[in-house]
């Protein structure tokens, strides 16, 4: 997969994260991408929007969901561009470990929303062993401290609140803003910041989720499936579909809204 | 109960909402605070802590579990004090409604942490619905994003992970700092603010949620209670369980956890 609109750091990280995935996870995942090649890559008519997607499924007796890359990037009236990069990778029921998500959207060059998470599978309330599996003992909210201590990070909340309620409370939710700052830029906060966080986090989610089996009961299985399902329509109801149309018209924004939740809901 | 240490407009908040659940909802509650009276009202040794707790509990008929009003005074070696203020209002599982949540952590003149919520009953993931009910169409988030507008406002992160958890997404987790500020302090922002958004909320609780019957299936009731009764005996544990020791000794802080803890499992 590709990244032609990204600044150089963020296709750095992607690539890397990308091959990470090829080498610890390649032999589980189907080889070539499973979605049809007009929802793979598509634009509007006037040429100032366009996507791609790229999804590789599990094979079927692997722990793994489906991993789904994408890029979206639209002019902007003011003559800039709006860049959303992301990563996000779901696992079966057969394991009840955590989603990973990334997501970065950028619409200047000063500016920059991070959303990183390992998504919960299971009411954190209801199950607090699970917080402290993932959560606690894992001590995954340094990460997210260490970015509180740089001057630029704010936390920021999503207008969703799904989007709210679906992270976990360790995800790193933030607005990086270096504003007429001269001695900081975005690009610096990525390579020098954010993109180790994201490794990490992906390397760990690799090694403890994706690999790691869990040993889950059938009643279980039945519920963690009934919430994935869920998560799934419901995030790209929340994340694409309240964009798509307006960026690609309401045809090819069914296109692949469409080809996404056949797949979701086989 | 009263608020001898609380500043003058905390004071004034919480006799008004005191008044406000005294008036529309004492009919459904005993006339009396259930505790002990040593666990009303204690101090440790040297007098620099004192607390003060009254929970008065539903009438077996009501949906109102128990209204717990508590505060704490802390002498700071700093000469300083903190002073916690709180009320919280449990619902029993007649209802899957919302419990009420408000903590006032005030450590100096110039800063204050505001906890303000209505506590979801059920995994907002797993019931898309009861988000929608009690979080989208009541646009609950307006009070948050009200206060997110004054300068003086951040959002703040609990420490604690299950804290974190156990909040809706409407949630207003704040710190107010008025730093070096002449034109502002606290006790304005509490007065033209805080208070009245303190006030809504709990209006907004005792007619859609405490009085407003819903139809609930036996199968709910037990998941309802059980995830209620994890609430209960976690939120004391996490808050109460982790100064307790340090703020009165370990006999102290025993007498009253197990005084509250009895009657949360009774």
């Known amino acids: 997969m590709e990244f032609p609109y990204a600044s150089a750091p963020i296709k750095k990280l992607m690539v890397e994260l990308l091959s990470a995935v090829d080498e610890q996870l390649g032999s589980s995942l189907q080889q070539t991408c499973t979605l049809p090649s007009d929802v793979q890559h598509f634009g509007n008519s006037s040429d100032t929007a366009r996507a791609s997607l790229h999804l590789r499924s599990g094979l079927p007796s692997s722990q793994i969901d489906f991993i789904l890359g994408g890029w979206i990037h639209c002019k902007l009236p003011s003559g800039g561009a709006l860049n959303i990069t992301s990563l996000s990778a779901y696992l ?124 889950i009961e059938a009643s279980e299985r039945a519920y963690i499936g009934e919430r994935d399902r869920i998560i799934k329509n419901k995030t790209i109801e929340v994340d694409l579909g309240s964009s798509f149309p307006r960026l690609f018209g309401q045809e090819i924004a069914d296109r692949v809204l469409n080809a996404l939740k056949e797949y979701y809901n086989k």
Chains 1, 2 share one sequence.
């Open 92 to 215: 079966t029921s057969l394991t009840d470990a955590p989603h990973f998500l990334l997501e970065l959207i950028q619409s200047s060059s000063t500016s920059l929303v991070l959303i990183l998470d390992l998504t919960p599978r299971k009411d954190l309330i209801l199950h607090p062993d699970y917080l402290k599996t993932y959560y606690e003992d894992t001590q995954l909210d340094r990460h997210r401290q260490h970015l509180q201590t740089l001057p630029e990070v704010r936390p920021y909340i999503s207008p969703s609140l799904y989007i709210r309620a679906v992270l976990s409370p360790t995800a790193i939710v933030i607005t990086v803003d270096t504003g007429a700052s001269e001695s900081t830029n975005i690009e610096e906060i990525i390579q020098d910041h954010i993109s180790q966080i994201a490794k990490d986090l992906l390397n760990f989610w690799i090694e403890s989720c994706a690999r790691f089996v869990r040993d």
